[in-house]
């Protein structure tokens, strides 16, 4: 299942995965937007240029505003705080999830990486999710500031491809 | 269960240090018996430690607001909200449920606890009825820091008539 591409992601500089075992579960690009629609956190694969990421997850901030706008005029049992693959590229996929606050999270992974599933990107929103209420319940954190909290890094590093 | 008492011994002191800072013993004219608002009768230095009270309740409701919601799904609509506060945020905080929520549909609404655990310990009746609105004001901090998350700005007051019966007023304003 899933193993017929191989158990290597093809962009650069990725590790070699365990043969049999499927590519590791990566993003490229993590971003928390704040409800005012300004960046508290936007980490990106260091070797790729950064602006273009940046400006993806800005252009899918429309998409989410959209989403969410829908979700609004639906019926109860569709609303979710999953928004799910907000746009493909022909490199990239970009998912979204929103939270009660209104805090907003982008996740750009690379369209090679089919083998990672639906609810493989859900968990991954939802330990993003964790890490940002505990950083909310810091008291030493000022909501509305960048996140500077290092156990939040830590958590998005384990998240993101490892590229040395 | 000796939990729910820890909450309540903090808060006691935090609004006997905060009061304790105030230099200036004289409550000055007109000091009402505390009826409407927690401003009432105060000076300038208890007005400082009722807003500096109500401004930690705001943060830690913020938090609340965060971390509580959390399984629930996106609410619909204001009342939903506020259901929320009265059922959630309160037996998380207080173990119990708000025991009635009324509105008037345009924006304001009254939330009232008949047994309010913070001030329960103190009398029941009219006694202390001056000293009852400095232990409301952490709570309003923390209705407004809550609905604040979830993106509603308001203002909340809070009165008691008798202990322990107290009021929340919460007004959302129109935009």
Partial sequence: MGRGLGGRVTSGGSRDAVPGAGPPKMAVCIAVIAKENYPLYIRSTPTENELKFHYMVHTSLDVVDEKISAMGKALVDQRELYLGLLYPTEDYKVYGYVTNSKVKFVMVVDSSNTALRDNEIRSMFRKLHNSYTDVMCNPFYNPGDRIQSRAFDNMVTSMMIQVC | ?175
């Fill in chain 2, 1 to 175: 269960m000796a939990d729910t008492v820890l909450f309540e011994f903090l808060h006691t002191e935090m609004v006997a240090e905060l009061w304790a800072h105030d230099p200036d013993p004289d409550p000055g004219p007109g000091v009402s018996a505390g009826l409407r608002g927690e401003e009432a009768g105060a000076t300038k230095g208890q007005k400082m430690s009722l807003s500096v009270l109500e401004g930690m309740g705001f943060r830690v409701g913020q938090a609340l607001g965060e971390r509580l919601p959390r399984e629930t799904l996106a609410f619909r609509e204001e009342l939903d909200v506020l259901k929320f506060l009265c059922k959630d945020l309160w037996v998380a905080v207080f173990q119990k449920q708000m025991d009635s929520l009324r509105t008037n549909h345009q924006g304001t609404y009254v939330l009232q606890d008949n047994s309010f655990p913070l001030l329960l310990p103190m009398a029941s009746g009219l006694q202390y009825l001056e000293e009852a609105p400095k232990f409301l004001a952490f709570t309003c901090g923390l209705l407004r820091g809550a609905l604040y998350t979830l993106g509603i700005e308001s203002v909340v007051t809070a009165s008691v008539a008798a202990l322990p019966v107290c009021k929340f007023q919460v007004v959302i304003p129109k935009s």
